[in-house]
């Protein structure tokens, strides 16, 4: 980190300046809102076209796994909508139904931790990322998801993005996926790494809202705001719920 | 996007619940701060250690084109610090100095705007993505750039990651580097793309504040506090240049 | 090299051993045939089942440039059935025709031929890999080709496969692509690539023989010996017509 | 398959031609050579500039698991050289006594096998490949081998190649590798597949000859001949190990 805020307190100056010299072009639209109330705002006055549902969705549940999920155990659980799970779950038995593939990732690590790369050497605490050992109860999924282990898609991803360095691309393939909705956690993390690789692929992609996670409302609604801008649509589960059910039909 | 914004309104009152009930666990950190406001807060109270630079860093340099760099010409344009450019010119200077490899991206689509893919589809105007047409006036980098187009490397990008389906990852491989500063634009978008495949990658990753920009306040900050927390070393420019200056020192 | 040839001498000791004791179990089959009469007795005996066409099918046309193209003048080139051009003429204009993505691939490098990485250290003459630049006559589509340069998509690979680091993948995914047919050459070097990348990523994966080629029997025809066997059908290239002409009827 | 071998007859009678009229330039040369004898004939003639071991080399043993080792007891398994296994084992222990990466791989696929995508339905019965299922003995590594469950790194693979769609591309930027020792099996299969995607990014790969095998002579043959001309160093296990012990002297 730089000592002291310089470059910020660079900018504001010179965006007082441009109130005083009003032909000069304003170069970037300053704020003091918090990205809870830019994704409010964001919600009732975005017009942009939607990507929508194509013929054949995926689900994606990222790292629903009790280092994340189980508040109180682990400091590095975290919980948004206290129903995220239920909702989770109900997303994934409707694919099942209708015979769309339903993907649980997760992080774990080898005793050595190298599979975590560069990421994992800056800390280590039984906290720490590349501490979260294969078998361990962290790598656990939450016994309140109901997996299908015979028939969903288990990946053990190392990174950020559950598409990198991950079989999802010729499995999506040999399914014909053209959509990929996305949970889990967390939203300025692993969620939105994977989004941004799913557009990326040129996959329909859709994030419903309450079906996310963060640990900070800060991270949690600023993320939510650029996905919404610029990479998938952010839509209640009730609406994504709504659609699935229209796909094919 | 859903209609109202019911998720958030449901978040609050769970939180001023917990208030209520001091015994229950506070599940996400609320907060009413700008990302400014964060991210000027961790600037100081960040004990995180750094990646710090390796043996052999490269440079990439995102997209820094007319489409966004021509304040003025283009709406899709924007500036944050005004000396961005030419803090991009020194580092550029410094890292072919030293022999290390200098990339410029940009993004640029074929006239049917298929290789944009869906992404390209939200929108049809001037100003849309899949509208950057190769060899346009949008396409091409910023006349106040110093690009060695016989030396520094060349890439046409498509997506949001410098790294995403181009030739990064097997030169990188051949230079044998370990290290990769990220400068350009947007910080909320190609950026933090490149940033998060950077460190997927095991580089050691730095981002020199100034030499990154976006169009709104809200995100600059709020990308830079994601990317300073999980992905890599936010620093000052001065900074970022007299840690290069000291490699195999 | 090792010096000498022991290896195969220590087999082929072991295999007089095994006609000796025939309760051994034979290990490796061993012949004395070419791979010319290999891949002829397969074509007769062949009973696998095909992949076959799916409902998406995409063209790569792999290196067709003078470099390989151009018999006389290049001494990089070859030629084995003198149709082929000829033949992927006709598959391109089927395949755009009927609204089917038509790819051209070609490898070109920087001046420095860093992007050649390693490949590229072995020889540095004229003909050296490396050594055909980006605008060069070597780089060049051959000018018996019809190329819809509007239309078409024009890839830059400079590896062996297709796919490697190029951005085919979305392409492909946002067209839905489910069949890759494969032309080119070499059939040893980049059609082979291409081929094994192409059924990795879960394509079904067609080659018609008269259109790939090589500089020398011998490995051509083990090639399309290995791709029959494992990765893809062979057709004639009538047959891939016919196939073609059914797709979606 | 083509009906009947036409394309070769109309190719061979051009060569006829070419013998009948010697202006035209002779286009593909013909042998009727075995790929033994050609591969021979290269290991003596070869003067071809060596990669070479860079500065860290990791191993990687392909596929050595009991649905292709276990000959006698499986159908689809193989023998070449019979001290294969002992070779790799060595190999291995000198890998890990200089602390270099030492990768084993192996296939196995869900119930379902659909994570063997379109490569799984040209066949179904035991011996098909996505009929080796994760757990089975078909996927266990051979109990010759003697592998540091602890500290080597284990890769589920999928696909032919050991990096497609594996974490090893981040792992070995990690431990900085340049080089790759491939070994296992197929020749024709999935170490060649590995060897072009070793060298396709940019790095230095050798393959001990004695260390990889196939089901028949042909192909593994011809798989060392193009694997010898194009992408790795083919040396003897002596001399590879000669050059390891010499890496970082």
Redesign the interface.
Known sequence: ????????V??RL?SRLSETFPTE?P??????????Q???E???T?T????GFGRKPALINVDLQKAYTC??EFATA?????RQLEYVNQLAAEFRARGFPVVWTYVAY???G??C???G???NTPDSLQNIKVGSRRSEFDDRLVIDH??D?IVNK????AF????L???F????V?TVVVTGGST??CV??TV??S??????TIVP??CV???????????L??M????A????V??TLEQLRRVGA
């Open positions: 980190m730089p000592q002291g805020d310089e470059p910020v660079k900018m010179r072009v170069a970037m639209e300053l704020s003091d809102k918090s990205s809870r830019l994704f409010a964001l919600k009732r975005n942009r076209k939607r990507f508040v109180g975290y919980e948004t909508d206290p080898m005793d050595s190298e599979d790369g560069i990421w050497t800056r800390s015979q028939r898609i190392r990174m950020a993005s990198f360095e991950t079989n691309g010729s499995v393939n040999f399914h014909g053209d300025s993390g939105r790494a941004v690789d557009l990326s692929r040129s996959y329909r809202e309450e996670a963060d640990k900070h409302e800060g991270p949690h609604f600023a993320n705001y650029d919404a801008i610029k990479y649509d952010v839509l209640s009730a609406e």
